[in-house]
């Protein structure tokens, strides 16, 4: 008998998540592998910066996370999709793991790696993260048929936790261990989901779907059909992607540089606030999880009317030069960014089928990501014709478009839709509109 099928009642509601123990060996191997990515995150262009001397480099590793980011979207979703997760976990992990093993080597023997070696290590990096994580998540309707929604919740809010304490483990260490010793702490931290994996999380073989078999460019296309028929979930992406240009990196960007610049508060003053709205998000993650988990029945529409309100009020409280006022604004909308993006995700993975649900998280990065990724040239653009305070009244200002739409079609539905049983054929949903 399979690991899994020790997890769930033979009758009855499902086992909590954490009372599983493919749950916790699962969510333990991808809190390693982000803690790691937070240490490398902050190790490697210090590194680059001590050996190079140069701004230029360190700005184009940290152009990688994006470009990865996007390879990682259709492609790596029908590869999942086609050839099944476990092949995509294994290699994905053993590219990242060469990579830095082959930095940590070559600065052992007293070389020091030019330029483009470090360009090259770091995009190979985020390149086999893109496929481990692209295969890791793709399994999760695997692993757990009826609660895929919550565990991609959960996985969500524990990536934020990361985003916390990778960068204060990496200050507190980088003293004793210097840059090797952190690198070497990151590739212990590959080591984590593959035992995890491996002992009991690895799901059962399975092949592709027929479609999926099929090449590339009508596999992809079949999951966008898949996407496009779902109204509440193509929505939902579409709103995802509008608020990724206006409370993604950019904003955050814009308001450290406000903070700093113009409310004269301390770096460490920074931090502090820094710290405080990223725990506030990872609360938001938890609470959209709940919101929208297999239990509720709470609406999405109403999810999403409340976060864009909370964002626009953040926004245009921004330009009040109060430091707690800009505090409070800042939780406020980074807070709800983090409520209607990990909402829209639990609704994808509870609802979609599970054959085409590689493809369409793939189809869901390449939009919110690309979005992600103007985000920074919109602000640029805005900061340089606007003052700040002038650019957080216009985002706010804009931030109102999507919630008028979503006022004047209110009546239109936006019930969550049931949750997509294991197994679910793509053709019950293709061309459906979720009742909305």
Known sequence: MSVHETEQPASGPPRPLWRQTRFVAFSSGVFANNLGDGIYAVALPLLSYDLTGSVQIMAMISAATPVALLASGPLLGHLADRYGKRKLVVSGLAIQFAAVLALILVLTSGARPG???????????????????????????????????????????????????????????????????????????????????????????????????????????????????????????????????????????????????????????????????????????????????????????????????????????????????ATIAMVGLFGAYNVLSVAAEVLLYRTMPNEYIGRLWGLWRLVCGGAEALGPLVISVC???????????????????????????ARTGWDVPPAAPAGRPAAAVSGTSDTA
């Open 115 to 325: 330029a483009w070696a470090l360009v090259l290590c770091e995009l190979s990096v985020q390149l086999g993260g893109a496929v481990y994580r692209s295969g890791w998540f793709a399994s999760l309707p695997v692993l757990f048929p009826d609660q895929s929604g919550q565990a991609k919740g959960v996985q969500s809010a524990s990536y934020q936790v990361t985003t916390v304490l990778g960068p204060l483990l990496a200050g507190a260490l980088v003293g004793p261990l210097g840059y090797l010793g952190l690198l070497w702490l990151n590739l212990l931290t590959f080591l984590v989901p593959v035992a995890a994996w491996f002992s009991a999380v690895k799901p059962p073989r399975e092949g592709g779907g027929a479609e999926a078999s099929e090449g590339f460019a009508r596999s992809i296309l079949a999951g966008w059909r898949v996407l496009r028929g779902s109204r509440v979930v193509f929505t939902s992406m579409l709103l995802v992607a509008s608020v990724e240009l206006l409370a993604g990196t950019g904003s955050r960007n814009l308001s450290l540089f406000y903070l700093r610049d113009q409310l004269r508060l301390s770096s460490g003053q920074v931090g502090f606030v820094l710290t405080v709205v990223n725990l506030c998000a990872t609360a938001g993650a938890l609470w959209a999880t709940r919101l929208t988990g297999e239990k509720s029945r709470v609406r999405m529409g109403n999810v999403a009317l409340g976060a864009l309100l909370a964002m626009a009020c953040g926004l245009c409280l921004m330009a009040v030069r109060v430091p707690v006022v």
């Open 383 to 409: 900061s340089s014709l606007l003052p700040v305070r002038g650019v957080f009244l216009t985002l706010g200002a804009i931030t109102v478009l999507p919630l008028c739409w979503l006022l004047l079609n």
